[in-house]
């Protein structure tokens, strides 16, 4: 039987985070991944250029029942740390936008990197393993894995959450939660677009590829950035955003015209221009397709000094206060995190060890904490990852 300190279960972000800050302690480590690749989410993250942290990352960022867990381990390994880490390794990158940093080659640069920190600690990865049982026992806790039985002191869970099945996601954590007494919040997927069915779809269908910036705003949040019409509904950042807000049945408020009083710049036009058409007007806000569609199907587009003080007041409302509500999102098919998972009120904030049972640690996506978009889900899996390997 294999004995071994550490077992950690999840080949992701955070597991190999964790991997090689707790080899780097001396602990031997193993960790073990059910799929044939490590890291496939950091391979597909950032549309190929992994955003692996933000420069303004902030506790602020997270949404968690309990808003506080998330400071301390954030705390101790800030975004400054990850990026001294990637360019100790001379990883080429950027800020795109919003102090958000990407590779400027391909992600598979961050993976090597965690991969290289893990050998350099002689901290082992075996991939295409599968976890059968999991007991505790004596001093540790004894499993049964298709690479045969081993024992650990500590065991670490960094499963991730449910999104994209096809990628290895798994409802292991949560199960392995389970069985050890602990409460799980429920899960939802998150950063997900919107699907649309009812008369709207038609629109977005027309639309289909048109990127806005917007104000969207649900449940007394809001994000300025694009929105993006789809085939099936909306997308774009600002939609992601918002989607983990969302619950089902709320309409979402959607600004189209965040730098403009909306109210304001239609009786300006009404003055200045009084025969322009609606149409022509709203063409120098929008791309004129989309001025067009919204002018002749929303407000029957015609001279603007034809629409009434009341109808003009209806336009504003509707350009700035535009109550969209989605039949539903795209799931997690497409969902970049999963919302809820492990309830952090069992676990210890600065060490990430179960409350529940001495020795068990729960790192990364699989603890109801969840980033905003823009790098913020990576700092959390390296910040927890880092957090754990300090004690386990
Ligand atoms: C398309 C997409 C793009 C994204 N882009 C970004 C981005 O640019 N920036 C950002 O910050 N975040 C991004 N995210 C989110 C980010 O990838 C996750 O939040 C992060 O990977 C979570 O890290 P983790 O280690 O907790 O889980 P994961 O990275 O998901 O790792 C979990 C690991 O556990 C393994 N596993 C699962 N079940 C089992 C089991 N039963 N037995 C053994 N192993 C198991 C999986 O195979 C996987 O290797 C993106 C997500 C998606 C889906």
Redesign the pocket.
Known sequence: MLDIDVVI?????????CAAHAGARGRRVLV????N??????L????G??????LYTEPANFLSQNKHFCKSALARYTQWDFIALVNKHQVPHHEKKLG?L?CDNK?IDILRMLLAECAAVNAEVKLD???ETIEKVEGGYALQTSAGPMRCQSLVI????L??PS????G??YQVARQFGHTLLPTRAG?VPFTITDQLKDLCNELSGTSVDCLVSCNGKSFRENILFTHRGLSGPAILQISSYWLPGQAVEINLMPDLDAAQWLAQQRNDRPNAELRTLLGEVFTKKMATLIADQWFESKPIKQYTHAELERIATQLSAWQVVPAGTEGYR????TLGGVDTKEVSSKTMESLKSPGLYF????LDV??H?????????WA??HAAAQFV
């Open positions: 279960i999840g080949a992701g972000a955070a597991g190999l985070m073990i991944d059910h799929a690749k490590a890291g496939k989410k950091i597909m993250s950032g549309g250029n992994c955003n692996f942290t933000n958000q990407f992600s393993t599968a976890v960094a499963t991730g959450g999104s994209i990628m290895g996601a798994t292991f954590g950063l497409t969902a970049e995190v790192i990364g996506e699989v969840t980033g978009l823009g790098g913020f889900n990576f700092q959390w899996a927890s990852g």
